[in-house]
T-cell receptor
């Protein structure tokens, strides 16, 4: 079956703008988690959605938000972009949620100038 | 979430068995132990997950002692393509999912 897909794959934005990233999980998976990866901070957990409800949240400012739709697709929004938001944003889907067997997408490379 | 400690880096040679140990002294009763592999510019890939004793799949084995305060990922006969970062995570559902720094494994010819 198809894996996790993320769109767009690459994005260049200017400081102060906002951005929306999309993630389509594996069919049948109800959990979608988002991560930010940078060379300095490594992989950091943003939040997890399970059946349209945010179940877990990492330690990120309110500029980072997300949502999940009834078909389990998820979007992540970052408002008022800062240079430090440049990163690879990864989403992962899981049937059971939490740390149970997650499957990651290829990521969206966001560059903020 | 149980904090994990892994070696920062390891070197090996092709054809050798590699064992990466992860310490998680404050693991909770309901926590599972999960290992991921990540190549540069790609998302992590699930390798194996276990709760206790030994779990084996087509790519690795996971050894968990009775006290569950540590776990060892075993990669049999590594190849150059196994060069990657390996992450150990401990937790279950409804947990803040934190990846540590991981172990950078370098396989040499």
């Amino acid at each position: 079956k198809a894996g996790v897909t993320q769109t767009p794959r690459y994005l260049i934005k200017t400081r102060g703008q906002q951005v929306t990233l999309s993630c389509s999980p594996i069919s049948g998976h109800r959990s979608v988690s988002w991560y930010q990866q940078t060379p300095g901070q490594g992989l950091q957990f943003l939040f997890e959605y399970f059946s349209e409800t945010q179940r877990n949240k990492g330690n990120f400012p309110g500029r980072f938000s997300g949502r999940q739709f009834s078909n389990s697709r998820s979007e992540m929004n970052v408002s008022t972009l800062e240079l430090g938001d440049s990163a690879l944003y990864l989403c992962a889907s899981s049937a059971a949620g939490g740390l149970y067997e997650q499957y990651f997408g290829p990521g969206t490379r966001l560059t903020v100038t | 979430l149980a904090k994990t400690t892994q070696p920062i880096s390891m070197d090996s040679y092709e054809g050798q068995e590699v064992n990466i140990t992860c310490s998680h002294n404050n693991i909770a009763t309901n926590d599972y132990i999960t290992w991921y592999q990540q190549f540069p510019s790609q998302g992590p890939r699930f390798i194996i997950q276990g709760y206790k004793t030994k779990v084996t799949n087509e790519v690795a084995s996971l050894f968990i002692p009775a006290d569950r305060k540590s776990s060892t990922l075993s990669l049999p006969r590594v190849s150059l393509s196994d060069t990657a970062v390996y992450y150990c995570l401990v937790g279950g559902d409804n947990n803040d999912m934190r990846f540590g720094a991981g172990t950078r494994l370098t396989v040499k010819p």
